[in-house]
């Protein structure tokens, strides 16, 4: 049983990941995209989608890894049930390819956001956020110059139907504003499922909040727990 | 067979906030230019062999639908024209 964490030219949230994965008792490798999924490990329990900067951004961020040959594998483990989660760039690449729907794109204000922020977690019945309770306000940071998610008035209307949310921005109390909303996400979304609860794609990065030597929150285990 | 330079122009749609160019806009009235507006766009040029312009047409959509542009926040458009060759180049 083990998940693995596609590492792209350019990712390097991936020793992260499996650091943070480990730590709460899940076996986890990275294996170079080009190795492909099949043939790299015995029994595969889950997939992350790292973060950084696949292929430079060129062209949009996320693009050219969405159209790398992994994805095809990638594609069909989630078709099977594998879990899937793609965190910030990971997050881009899962929309660029379909995954999930929906855009990340240049943020509102121009700028690389790189902070701490709250998340409120809108439905708690999905694998990523059953160790939370509905509205709780968790504490995750984001780093990203990219992560304003856009999506048609359609497409949003059926994420909000279908509680494809996982989370949205918000303030210490958990008041979704704009204020609280650090790169102009549409509804303040910063994590949605796709076609199945299995997959995930979230700009914060919970790997950075779930080793507690490494910063104020661990407050991202619950959704890596979704491996478990 | 000819050669056709397929030109893919891929821009926001309207509606969406391009930060980028509110940015640029900003520059450009602080160099003094008075600006009403201002758009951005990324421009491909694909050099296509093909039987004829409407086939290179075909083909530089396919790669506008699946590459070079996002369905979800752009719009893109296609010109083609005959491909004139480089003097020096074999005919």
Not at chain 1, 188 to 196: D, L, Q, S, W
Not at chain 2, 35 to 41: C, F, G, K, Q, T
């Amino acid at each position: 049983m083990t998940v693995v964490v596609v590492q792209f030219g350019g990712s390097n949230c991936d020793r992260d990941a499996v650091r943070a994965l480990q730590h709460i008792g899940i076996d986890a490798t990275r294996v170079w995209h080009e190795d492909g999924l099949n043939d790299s490990v015995e029994n595969l329990d889950g997939i992350i989608l790292p973060g950084g900067f696949s292929y430079g951004d060129y062209l949009r961020a996320g693009a050219m890894a969405a159209h790398s040959p992994i994805v095809n594998d990638i594609q069909a483990a989630a078709e099977r049930g594998i879990p899937v989660l793609g965190v910030c760039n990971g997050a881009q690449v899962g929309c660029e390819s379909g995954l999930t729907p929906g855009a990340f794109t240049t943020n509102d204000r121009a700028r690389f956001q790189c902070e701490t922020v709250h998340l409120r977690v809108e439905n708690a019945t999905t694998p990523w956020t059953e160790a939370y309770e509905a509205g709780t306000v968790i504490e995750i940071p984001i780093a990203h110059g990219e992560g304003r998610f856009e999506i048609t008035e359609n497409e949003y209307e059926m994420l909000k139907n279908d509680n494809q949310i996982l989370f949205r921005y918000c303030d210490a109390s958990g008041n979704i504003t704009d204020d609280a909303n650090p790169n102009g996400s549409r509804g303040n979304v910063a994590g949605i499922t796709g076609n199945y609860d299995t997959v995930a794609v979230l700009m914060p990065h919970p790997e950075r909040a779930t080793l507690p030597e490494l910063g104020r929150s661990t407050d991202g285990k619950g959704i890596l727990q979704a491996f478990g | 067979m000819r050669m056709y330079t397929a030109t893919v122009t891929v821009r926001l749609k309207s509606g969406v906030l391009d930060p980028e160019a509110e940015t640029t806009r900003r520059a450009l009235e602080r160099l003094g230019f008075e600006v009403e507006a201002l758009r951005s766009a990324d421009r491909f040029e694909v050099d296509i062999e093909a039987d004829s312009a409407e086939k290179a047409a075909t083909r530089a959509d396919e790669m506008a639908e699946r590459l070079l542009a996002n369905p979800t926040i752009h719009d893109y458009e296609v010109t083609v024209e005959q491909h004139t060759v480089p003097s020096g180049s074999q005919q």
